[in-house]
């Protein structure tokens, strides 16, 4: 009998918890919030809950999206390629030893800082290099959201040379209009990509973070940044010459 005051109470923050979580729909957010709480009370989503949840939604829009861009649905290779100051992620895919495709273009939402890698923890940055997929999580603060390696050993060999430590981390794709040092798509875009990633898989899915489009622009390293930032930026202008936009949508003209 002891128990039932407890389990009552429980059930009691549950159901408040849902009731909370239907009013804050429109309101991204706090709709965050809400159903991170109520996943907490619930004993967290798993990746196969949320592709439950809403994968079949996802499949139903980017399907479409993929058949345009001539690539399988889910791809063999996924690329997130994000510019800072256009604060746009363009995503391409590619089948097995095909050339990369353009598929979409997504708005970034949120992104704190501005040109420039990120240094320490703290510094607001949005980091800046050739990353990977580290994990999903299923249960994010901002509704769903794509954990990045960094940092990457770049970052740390870097870090090494100029005597710093403390680099920070935790740096994410997510969901949410808000974000301090990560990339916020809203939560329709971070179930898209996060959705593809599962389905992709994680080791089969890159991330490159630009200050802007060194496809099209010479890179310049900001006032004050490190010395090797344009080493830094001359490996990204060679890494997004093999992502073309505009080679793809003239082929599906």
């Known amino acids: 009998m002891r128990r039932t005051p ?5 059930v009691a923050v549950v159901a408040i918890a849902g009731v909370l979580l239907a009013m804050a729909a429109s309101f991204s ?10 996943g907490r009370a619930r004993g967290g989503y798993s990746v196969a809950e949320r592709l439950e949840q809403f994968g079949l939604s996802v499949e139903d829009r980017l399907k479409p999206v993929f058949a345009a861009a001539g690539v399988r649905f889910p791809p063999t290779d996924l690329a997130l390629v994000a510019f800072k100051d256009a604060k746009t992620l363009e995503l391409y895919a590619r089948d097995a030893d095909q050339p990369w495709r353009f598929v979409k273009a997504y708005p970034v939402l949120a992104a704190s800082g501005g040109p420039g890698p990120k240094l320490m923890e703290g510094d607001r940055q949005v980091p800046e290099g050739v990353y ?7 249960n994010s603060r901002f509704h769903v959201s794509l954990r990045l390696d960094y940092p990457n050993a770049w970052d740390r060999q870097m870090a090494q040379a100029d005597g710093r430590a403390d680099l920070g981390g935790d740096i ?9 040092g990560c990339l916020a798509m809203g939560d329709e875009a971070a179930e898209e990509l996060f959705v593809l990633s599962a389905l992709t898989g994680r080791d089969r899915v ?4 630009s200050p802007t489009d060194l496809r099209a622009h010479a890179p310049m390293a900001p006032g004050g940044a490190p010395q090797w930032v344009g080493q830094l930026y001359e ?3 060679q890494e997004l010459q093999q992502f073309r936009k505009e080679t793809t949508e003239a082929s599906n003209t």
Do not use: Q
């Open 6 to 10: 407890r389990i009552l109470f429980v």
């Open 29 to 38: 957010p706090v709709r965050g919030t809400v159903e991170y709480l109520w």
């Open 132 to 138: 990977h997929l580290e994990s999903l999580n299923p």
């Open 172 to 180: 994410m794709i997510h969901g949410s209009s808000a974000s301090i």
């Open 206 to 209: 890159k991330i490159v973070i």
């Open 235 to 237: 490996a990204l202008r």
